[in-house]
């Protein structure tokens, strides 16, 4: 059965730093992974969307990497900003039923 | 934003009473997904549905049914609500289920069961 972790659950930095959030997946038998953004009382947005068969996707000041046989996704946010603030999750959608599997999310504050 | 209403937004009700949540979409996509999201388990899903009056259960459909008879509208029922049924819960649409297309999400209903 996949399962989907995120480490830390929450994450301070100071404005201006670059920061890497982490994913990871027990089944390597993805057919892709994606991460979003969920703002407090918000639904959830869309950032990046990784296929199996690629390494990185990158989105403005967002780069994410995809290392499947490790069972590894980061986030990358460089320079981040206070607005940057949310908690950000991953979804592994799998091979076999195309379900979604998320994890339980990275509450991340950016410090003025 | 995908055009997603969901309601209502908050609801507070008693143990044993029927609840039903809306979701009204105006994307015209096929399908149509309920979540629950509680602290430290991520989002889970409860119900799909792939057209009108084509529904299949998610990974915690128990305790709840679901109906779609518009395109537009996936509304989520609790029959008998319980304490365990407090949660946050969201819709989401897209155009295709597996693929490459992501889904977009309604703003949630908070929901407590007393």
């Known amino acids: 059965k996949q399962e989907v972790t995120q480490i830390p659950a929450a994450l301070s930095v100071p404005e201006g730093e670059n920061l890497v959030l982490n994913c990871s997946f027990t089944d390597s038998a993805i057919y892709n992974l994606q991460w979003f953004r969920q703002d407090p009382g918000k639904g959830l947005t869309s950032l990046l969307l990784?296929?199996?068969s690629q390494r990185e996707q990158t989105s403005g000041r967002l780069n994410a990497s995809l290392d499947k046989s490790s069972g590894r996704s980061t986030l990358y946010i460089a320079a981040s900003q206070p607005g940057d603030s949310a908690t950000y999750l991953c979804a592994v959608r799998t091979d076999s039923n195309y379900q979604l599997i998320w994890g339980a999310g990275t509450k991340l504050i950016i410090k003025p | 934003d995908a055009g997603i209403t969901q309601s209502p937004r908050h609801k507070v009700t008693e143990t044993g009473t029927p609840v039903t949540l809306r979701c009204h979409q105006t994307e015209n996509h096929r399908y149509m997904y309920w979540y629950r999201q509680d602290p430290g388990h991520g989002l889970r899903l409860i119900h799909y549905?792939?057209?009108?009056?084509?529904?299949d259960k998610g990974e915690v459909s128990d305790g709840y049914s679901v109906s779609r008879s518009k395109t537009e509208d996936f509304l989520l029922t609790l029959e008998s609500a319980t304490s365990s049924q407090t949660s946050v819960y969201f819709c989401?649409?897209?155009?295709?289920?597996?693929?490459?297309?992501?889904?977009?999400f309604g703003d949630g209903t908070r929901l407590s069961i007393l």
């Open positions: 549905s792939y057209g009108v009056k084509d529904t």
């Open positions: 990784i296929q199996s």
């Open positions: 989401a649409i897209s155009e295709s289920y597996g693929g490459n297309q992501p889904q977009h």
